[in-house]
């Protein structure tokens, strides 16, 4: 990566798509000859300046949200389409979008990603495939060096004040991530990609190239195939050790069912493991139906005359041998559709305080942990005897709210009339 990207404030230094991530190149601008303006780079279907190199040069600086949004807000081809908790939005977020990265006008701490991503010398914290973004759960009080990167580094694992409920919500903090009760739910600010099936590509809809949905957004592109988009969604839950696992386009898949292309991994019986909520993108991708691989198919074409990419020939099985032969696997040449699925970790979009889960979206039959069934959960599950002494724990932990509630307000009013 080129140094600019991060380091340079002008906002001026856009990802160029048809340029795989360089600036726009520099075009004078002909009304100006020998001024360092920028201009709309000519040939492109939308205005991409070139940046101003002197003000970029002045402008260098730490990384901010914008800096790795560039990528980050617009990876899987645009906008909020990879990842639920994290879109153009995320730039300049008011605090009831994000508590941490929300302005300070709007009552935030605007924070910028690397508050948390802590940086030592270019190794950016936060890398979650093979290895989770924390080993451990330690407070920065116990390490003030340490990275910032996970909720108890800065809250601890009781940052709920003790007494009546929080003692009850402080238990939890052992199974329950602090995600899953304070991000309830994600792409709260503008919708995001859920569901985008390659086997309608290569088509046209209603006549049309593309065709836009009621949110401005496309639902149908020739070249992409068919969408779908949602806004405020409710996550998935599962048990996160802070890994995934992933198919390589070497392992074998079961096209039989829908292809885990990325699986969280943990359980109920490890301590390092707690119920975390998740973006679950769904997908028709193609894959080869002889090897029973996922394949990987040749898009963008090299040059203009590259006909045997798909989006120059609409060919799959042109595509797909040239992308595979790239990668140096074997292609049978006969491919097929599987619906896959792939998991984003929601850790971003946290709301404010007040709108925490309530205790009954967890414990109801309409429980969201519906999955979950490795552990108890009064009021969710049904054995009579133990589900009565669980409600009987949360019925306690409430009446004792009230209780400590009344007696603040009693002693409130007392030194109001002292
Ligand atoms: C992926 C984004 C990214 C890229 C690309 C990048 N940096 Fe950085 N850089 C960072 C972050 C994050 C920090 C730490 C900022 C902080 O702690 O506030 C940093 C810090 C720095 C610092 C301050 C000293 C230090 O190490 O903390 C210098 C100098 C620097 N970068 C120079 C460069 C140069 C030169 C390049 C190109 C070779 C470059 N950076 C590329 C993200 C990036
Ligand atoms: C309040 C702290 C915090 C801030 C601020 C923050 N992050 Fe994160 N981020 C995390 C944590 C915690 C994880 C790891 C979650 C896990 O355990 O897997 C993470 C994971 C990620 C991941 C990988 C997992 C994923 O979501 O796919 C990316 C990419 C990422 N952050 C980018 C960003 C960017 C870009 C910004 C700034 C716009 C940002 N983060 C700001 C806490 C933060
Ligand atoms: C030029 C595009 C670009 C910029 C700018 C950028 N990133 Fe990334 N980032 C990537 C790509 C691509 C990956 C995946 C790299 C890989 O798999 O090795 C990645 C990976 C990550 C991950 C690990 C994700 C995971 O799922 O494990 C984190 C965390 C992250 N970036 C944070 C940041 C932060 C913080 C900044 C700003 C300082 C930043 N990035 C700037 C492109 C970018
Ligand atoms: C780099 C330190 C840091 C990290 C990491 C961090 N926070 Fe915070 N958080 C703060 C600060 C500072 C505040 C504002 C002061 C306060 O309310 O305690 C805050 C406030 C909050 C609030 C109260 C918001 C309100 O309504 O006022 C919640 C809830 C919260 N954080 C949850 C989380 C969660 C969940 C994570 C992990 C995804 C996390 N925090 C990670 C520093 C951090
Ligand atoms: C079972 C759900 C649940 C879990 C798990 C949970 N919280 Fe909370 N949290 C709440 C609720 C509900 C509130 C609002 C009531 C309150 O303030 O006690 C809250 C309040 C907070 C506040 C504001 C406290 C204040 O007094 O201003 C912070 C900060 C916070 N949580 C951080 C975290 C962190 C960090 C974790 C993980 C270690 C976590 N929470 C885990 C439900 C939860
Ligand atoms: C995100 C889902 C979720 C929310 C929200 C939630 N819980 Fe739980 N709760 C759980 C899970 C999972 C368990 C089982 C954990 C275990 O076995 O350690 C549990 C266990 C319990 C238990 C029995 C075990 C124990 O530790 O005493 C009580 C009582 C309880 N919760 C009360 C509450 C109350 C009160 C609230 C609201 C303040 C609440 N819960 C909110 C998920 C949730």
Same mark, same amino acid.
């Given at each position: 990566m080129d140094c600019l990207v991060c380091h340079e404030q002008t906002g001026t230094y856009r990802k160029f798509p048809s340029g795989a991530g360089y600036p726009a190149p520099y075009v004078e601008d002909p009304a100006n000859p020998g001024t360092q303006k920028g201009v709309p780079f000519p040939g492109e279907s939308k205005s991409y300046f070139a940046p101003d190199w002197s003000r970029v040069a002045q402008s260098v600086a730490r990384p901010s949200r914008m800096n790795c949004g560039t990528c980050h807000f617009y990876g899987g081809g645009g906008d909020a389409v990879k990842h639920g908790d994290l879109d153009s939005t995320m730039g300049r977020p008011p605090k009831t979008l994000d508590v941490h990265m929300g302005t300070r006008e709007s009552g935030g701490q605007d924070f910028t990603c690397v508050r948390c991503h802590t940086t030592h010398s270019h190794h950016i914290a936060g890398r979650i495939y093979e290895t989770p973004a924390a080993a451990e759960r330690k407070s920065l009080l116990q390490?003030?060096?340490?990275? @910032?990167?996970?909720?108890?580094?800065?809250?601890?694992?009781?940052?709920h004040q003790s007494g009546g409920m929080s003692d009850k919500i402080n238990d939890h903090t052992d199974t329950v991530s602090c995600q899953a009760c304070?991000?309830?739910?994600?792409a709260r600010a503008q919708s995001t990609k859920m569901w985008w099936d390659w086997? @309608?590509?290569g088509q046209l809809m209603d006549g049309k190239e593309v065709v836009m949905g009621p949110d401005g957004k496309s639902v149908f592109d020739r070249k992409k195939g068919e969408f779908r988009w949602e806004k405020n969604v409710v996550p998935e839950y599962y048990w996160f050790d802070g890994t995934l696992d992933h198919v390589t386009v070497a392992d074998p898949i079961d096209p039989t069912a829908e292809v885990w292309l990325n699986r969280p991994q943990g359980s109920a019986d490890d301590p390092n493991s707690r119920i975390m909520p998740f973006k679950v993108h769904r997908a028709m991708a193609p894959y080869d139906k002889v090897n029973k691989v996922m394949v990987i198919p040749h898009l963008f074409p090299f040059n203009k005359d590259d006909d045997t990419a798909y989006w120059k020939g609409y060919d799959w099985n042109r595509a797909i041998e040239v992308g595979m032969e790239k990668a140096g696997q074997p292609y049978s040449g006969e491919y097929g559709f599987v619906e896959t699925t792939y998991v984003f970790p929601t850790t971003h979009m946290v709301a404010p305080k007040n709108e925490a889960l309530p205790c009954e979206a967890c414990h109801s039959r309409q429980s969201r942990l519906a999955g979950i069934t490795e552990v108890y959960m009064p009021g969710r599950d049904t054995f009579a005897m133990v589900d009565a002494a669980g409600w009987v724990g949360v019925t306690g932990a409430m009446v004792a709210v009230i209780i400590h509630g009344l007696m603040r307000f009693v002693s409130g009013l007392r030194r109001k009339e002292e």
């Open positions: 390490d003030d060096l340490g990275d @910032k990167i996970l909720c108890e580094s800065c809250h601890g694992t009781e940052p304070h991000i309830p739910e994600f086997s @309608k590509a």
